[in-house]
């Protein structure tokens, strides 16, 4: 399963390793991609292991909030 979400307050290769490695870090997430431009990230999971609402808390607590 993919999932797009929105992510405001990326802006440099900092946030992106942040946001990157903490969807990484949950089990059932495969592989996390930022787009700094487009101010979102793609996320590859198996949603049988984990909700789009733990990527979204795994995010904001990197400190940046997700808008969809």
Known sequence: MEQTLNVQGMSC????????????????VSAAEVNLEAGTVVVSYDEAN?????????IEDQGYDVTA
Not at 18 to 24: H, I, M, N, T
Not at 50 to 58: I, P, R
């Open 50 to 58: 984990v909700t789009v609402n733990t990527m979204k808390e795994a």
């Open 13 to 28: 290769g900092h946030c992106k390793v942040s946001v990157e490695g903490a969807l990484q870090k949950l089990d059932g």
